[in-house]
């Protein structure tokens, strides 16, 4: 059964910063294994990538996020974060949380197998 869990979005002025986290507890998988990632959708448009790591850690970011974001996973506590810092109120989106079966993966959201429910960010003054 899939299961990934987002947490720690919320309200936060331009400028200031929000750490993610995405809990993996899908039974019968090696998070160790698969490549993870972060997308986000805002209201109206389409889901875009923001970050992947592949099961080694490297790191591959969207234009848009890099400089800016860091994404990172810790393999025993079977998690993938998302460090924002420097926000602005175009980064203000509903982020979503996903998992790969493989060990690297790509920017596009066919690439990814699960996904969590996903958790709001709001960058506004």
């Known amino acids: 059964q899939v299961h990934l869990a987002e947490s720690g979005g919320g309200l936060v002025q331009p400028g200031g910063s929000l750490r993610l986290s995405c809990a993996d507890s899908?039974?019968?998988?090696?998070?160790?294994?698969?490549?993870m990632g972060w997308f986000r959708q805002a209201p109206g448009k389409d889901r875009e990538f923001v970050a992947a790591?592949?099961?080694?850690?490297?790191?591959y970011y969207s234009d848009s996020v890099k400089g800016r974001f860091t994404i990172s996973r810790d393999n025993d506590q079977n998690t993938v974060s998302l460090q924002m810092n420097s926000l602005k109120p175009e980064d203000t989106a509903v982020y979503y949380c996903?998992?790969?079966?493989?060990?690297?993966?790509?920017?596009?959201?066919?690439?990814?197998?699960?996904w969590g429910q996903g958790t709001q960010v709001t960058v506004s003054s």
């Open positions: 996903a998992g790969a079966r493989t060990y690297y993966s790509g920017s596009g959201a066919d690439d990814y197998d699960y």
């Open positions: 899908t039974s019968g998988r090696a998070f160790s294994n698969h490549a």
């Open positions: 790591i592949s099961w080694v850690s490297s790191t």
